[in-house]
């Protein structure tokens, strides 16, 4: 058990890498990570239909890397 998820986590790692590095910078440099040239309408409910398609996969793998990372930890443990 705890192979498998082992090798499920290294490709779930390599994939949200590829990701990562496939998405568009934004415009608006070190700020702009941090929301500093973002507008109020930018924080409504609708954002998640705003994102582009890269972003939500990257969201989708950030989670699912998260919960094998704590699947793994229950499942290596002696």
Not at 55 to 67: E, G, I, Q, S
Request: glycine fraction near 12%.
């Amino acid at each position: 058990m705890g192979n498998v998820v082992a090798v499920l986590f290294l490709v779930l790692c390599v994939a949200l890498i590829a990701v990562i590095l496939m998405q568009h910078r934004k415009s608006g440099g070190f700020s702009g990570s941090f929301g500093g040239g973002g507008t109020q309408m930018d924080m409504s409910g609708g954002s998640w239909q705003r994102m582009s398609s890269m972003t939500k996969l990257t969201v989708v793998l950030a989670v699912a890397y998260m919960a094998l990372s704590l699947l793994l930890v229950y499942a290596v443990k002696p």
